[in-house]
């Protein structure tokens, strides 16, 4: 597997209340990406194996749907992030600033470059 960070990844992201789907591309220090819900906008540094970063999410569907919830219950939300990329995966832990006591875990699985 590439050790390079850039490129095209799924997205899988959980909380202790909700899991969610999406896709990223990070490219130049910048995280853009979505889900049928929400876009998906930041920015990332990397040093070694270690990632850290902030993140956006942002509501471009119908916000009364109860299929399409944010996974931290509230949005937009703004999550701090650190992590790790190896091997054609990028693990990450965080916090939404709306929601400090909500932890998010999610891995990012390489698609393409």
Known sequence: MTDILEGFYAAEFET???????????????????????????????????????LRGIRHAHSNDPDHVSIFGVDPVEVCFDGVA??????????????????????LTRIAD
């Open 86 to 107: 190896k091997d054609g995966y990028v693990t990450i832990e965080g916090a939404a600033r709306e929601t400090p006591s909500l932890s998010l875990r999610a891995v």
């Open 16 to 54: 202790a209340r909700k899991k969610a789907h999406g896709v990223v591309m990070l490219c130049d220090g910048q995280i853009r990406g979505g889900d049928s819900s929400f876009a998906y906008i930041g920015s990332y540094t990397r040093v070694g194996h270690v990632v850290s970063g902030s």
